[in-house]
């Protein structure tokens, strides 16, 4: 099996990502992996932390058993840690967390704890370098997803329609709102690379309509290109009804009803990706295990929105859809942010 070796324009990139997340010499690095993890990212994490004066450290626990009945893909929510409290305090004393583990902390239910012990965390995502290498950190991107995060919490409606025939109403007020521009240095915070995402989590009974997942669109878990349409029908936050003919949508309504949990069919999370530097066609340049997505997240302009759990609306599961959809138009109270799938500029 072919096997790919360390680049030194690979730990360049990890060098920058790290620089700008204020890792100066001296400082101490946990380096958080599971026995199943990307090895090439955790050797390129160490030795960028090395170049740069800082002392690493390794926690490498087992990758845990699934222990539902379905493959779980692209969660962002760990349960590699297990709850371990040596674990756990081994993080919050390290300062700055590098995590190489296969689904992310972003959601893991230990990461409260370690960010409020002053630690902050850099989410690796499970992408071949390669991927890592193209989206390197960029101030301008920073600026703009400030931005555009602030524009969010400010809003009080947003519609999303498409000529697809999506043509769904969300209430935004009290939608908790984060902008992710792929990296950190204050304590106490996460971010994932690549960044350039902007996501809210609406309140309760906030999401009605309909959304339609046309050809091309991306159903993430499944990471694969919709070769036919569905159309989502919301109320009140769930999915009501799943239209739609094909293997696409027979996978869909499968999946969700594997949970046996209706939390499933709720709505986690609305937004829109933002980074330049990600490109819609690149699911299609690597293998399954090569790819967590999470570059396809970022591609500017599309309506990023994810079903399965929202903690701010009270609800948690373990089912969940991450939709890319394009050629949407995304509207915040008055102003067009997102038209046909081209992000609009409006935000600095």
Not at 99 to 104: M, R, V
Not at 131 to 153: C, F, K, S
Not at 212 to 217: I, N, P, S, T
Not at 258 to 264: L, P
Request: proline share 5%; glycine share 10%; with cysteine.
């Amino acid at each position: 099996m072919l096997a790919d070796r360390i680049e030194g324009k690979w730990i360049d990139a990890f060098c920058e990502l790290f620089e700008k997340c204020a890792v100066k010499t001296g400082d101490t690095a946990a380096i958080l992996s599971e026995t199943q993890s990307r090895q090439l990212n955790v050797q390129l994490a160490e030795l960028a932390l090395l170049r740069l004066g800082a002392k690493p450290f390794h926690v490498v626990v087992p990758t845990p058993r699934n222990q539902y009945i379905v493959p779980i893909r692209s969660t962002g929510a760990s349960l590699a840690i297990g709850k371990l409290a040596p674990v756990v305090s081994a993080l919050q004393q390290a300062g700055f967390v590098v995590d190489c583990t296969l689904e992310g902390l972003m959601h893991a239910p230990e990461t409260p704890d370690i960010l409020k012990a002053g630690a902050r965390i850099m989410v690796i995502s499970n992408e071949h370098p390669e991927a890592l290498e193209r989206m390197r950190p960029d101030p301008a991107l920073e600026t703009q997803v400030r931005n555009a995060a602030r524009m969010l919490r400010g809003s009080k409606r947003m519609k999303v329609t498409s000529e697809a025939g999506t043509d769904l109403d969300v209430n935004m007020e009290g939608a908790q709102t984060v902008g992710i521009w792929g990296w950190t240095e204050k304590p106490g915070t996460l971010a994932h690379w690549p960044g350039g995402i902007v996501v809210s989590f609406p309140k309760a009974n906030s999401v009605n309509g309909r959304l339609v997942l046309d050809r091309g669109d991306i159903n993430l878990t499944f990471k694969r290109y919709m070769a036919d349409p569905i159309r989502l029908d919301f109320k009140d936050d769930y999915i009501t009804d799943i239209i739609g003919e094909g293997t696409d949508a027979e996978m869909f309504r499968k999946y969700l009803a594997a949970w046996g949990d209706r939390e499933a069919y709720a709505v986690s999370h609305v937004g829109w990706g933002m980074n330049p530097g990600a490109r819609y066609e690149a699911l299609a340049m690597y293998g399954q295990r090569d790819t967590n997505g999470t570059e396809i997240r970022a591609v500017p302009g599309n309506f990023l929105f994810s079903t399965g759990a929202n903690e701010f609306a009270g609800r948690y599961t373990a089912g969940h859809f991450d939709l890319p959809v394009m050629k949407t138009t995304i509207t915040l109270d008055n102003t067009v942010v997102v038209k046909n799938g081209v992000l609009q500029d409006v935000f600095g």
